[in-house]
């Protein structure tokens, strides 16, 4: 049997937002009942005008889903994480979006991968792979990322 949707229990922060708007906006009224407050009191309109959008903007947050990184994000997450330096980092990002906008099955005529690499063994690695491939061919042949990306900046590839 599966779980029940309960609002209490699986979306309790937003609950709780709708709770404290709704008793926000209507501790003030003079009656306790609920209907009695909205119709008592004709200069309450605007409040309820106001409970009402505040009760459509809750149940709007209730049905946002959080956004979702992408692929593309944790293929940059993952670079970042084997470039310490900032500034190095934001280099390699410029090549490798030059080169195939984060896409690892990108092809060139007979380049491949995220570094645009001619190497069919490059082609087979995951993109992680592919990565750490890039960082390793740009060191040993630029020294840094930085090197890299102005030699690309002149030539249009690096």
């Known amino acids: 049997m599966s779980p029940v949707d309960n609002l209490w229990t699986t979306r309790q922060n937003r ?8 008793f926000g906006l209507t501790r003030s009224l003079p009656s306790s009942s609920a ?7 004709s200069s309450l309109r605007s409040r309820s005008v106001v409970g009402i959008l505040c009760l459509l903007l809750g149940s709007l947050v209730l049905q946002m889903q959080p956004a979702q990184a992408t692929n593309a994000d944790q293929y940059k997450l993952y670079a970042h994480s084997r470039l310490i330096n900032d500034t190095q980092y934001q280099c390699l990002k410029k090549i490798i979006y030059k080169e195939s906008r984060w896409n690892p099955k990108a092809k060139n005529g007979s380049h491949y991968g995220l570094g645009q690499m001619r190497s069919e063994h490059y082609r087979t690695l995951d993109p992680y792979r592919q990565i750490d491939a890039t960082i390793k061919y740009i060191t040993i042949r630029y020294g840094s990322m930085c090197n890299a990306w102005r030699f690309h900046m002149k030539k249009g590839h690096y």
């Open 15 to 22: 609950a709780r937002l709708i709770h404290i708007l709704d």
């Open 35 to 41: 209907s009695e407050r909205v119709c008592a009191v």
